[in-house]
């Protein structure tokens, strides 16, 4: 019972455009949320995280989207650039977090 | 500077035989955690520390075992490897555990013969 999903498994995208990133959570208890990014051989490394209090967190280029009526959140990256090629999980939770099984993003130059 | 260090990166052992993976860091966090991830699938919470308390997930094998000897350093055990124990293991840490931040090491890949 996946409580966390990313149903993309990968997405391509060209330079200098908009990446989006789903993901969906089925636990109306959940109140506070991630995005990590991971590059082959490192671990997930922080990116964003977003309070159910919110429904939009901005750092830089990197901006979540909270929807809670729809357990749903996403990620843009604007603009996107070839290091962003990474997968990237999102995590859901209160105090623990489950994760979902990722999405491998690819920009293309 | 690294934060969170798993050693060692790449462990091979063989079926039924004990190994213990370690990490170790440098943040001073209350928390620690260990996650499994097989490929293509989440990393999946094994257990967790809050400083010396013991949190265990209710489907983590009895096989997997953990000790936190001091606040800096975390060891996972498994007791008697099986081929299906063959995975990425991910230590993470973090201040607490509500609404925190959870940073990751490197991974250690354990290969079972």
């Known amino acids: 019972d996946q409580q966390v999903k990313q149903n993309s498994p990968s997405l391509s995208v060209q330079e200098g455009r908009i990446s989006i990133l789903n993901c969906d959570y089925t636990n109306s208890m959940f109140d506070y949320f991630l995005w990590y990014k991971k590059y082959p051989a490192e671990g997930p490394t922080f990116l964003i995280s977003i309070s159910s209090i919110k429904d939009k967190n901005e750092d830089g280029r990197f901006t979540v989207f909270l929807n809670k009526s729809a357990k749903h959140l996403s990620l843009h990256i604007v603009p996107s650039q070839p290091g962003d090629s990474a997968v990237y999980f999102c995590?859901?939770?209160?105090?623990?977090?489950?994760f979902g099984t990722g999405t491998r993003l690819k920009v293309l130059a | 500077d690294a934060m969170v260090i798993q050693n060692p990166r790449y462990q091979v052992t063989q079926f039924g035989k004990p190994v213990t993976l370690s990490c170790s860091q440098t943040?001073?966090?209350?928390?620690m955690y260990w996650y499994q991830q097989k490929s293509s699938q989440a990393p999946k919470l094994l257990f967790h520390?809050?400083?010396?308390?013991?949190?265990n997930e209710a489907d983590t094998p009895d096989n997997f075992q953990s000790r936190r000897p001091n606040t800096s350093f975390c060891f996972l055990d498994i007791r008697s490897p099986g081929l299906g124990d063959a995975a990425m293991y991910l230590c993470?840490?973090?201040?607490?555990?509500?609404?925190?931040?959870?940073?990751f090491g490197p991974g250690t890949r354990l290969l079972v013969l």
């Open positions: 995590a859901s939770g209160t105090y623990k977090y489950i």
């Open positions: 943040l001073n966090h209350n928390v």
């Open positions: 993470a840490t973090s201040r607490s555990t509500s609404r925190e931040t959870q940073y």
């Open positions: 520390y809050y400083d010396k308390d013991f949190n």
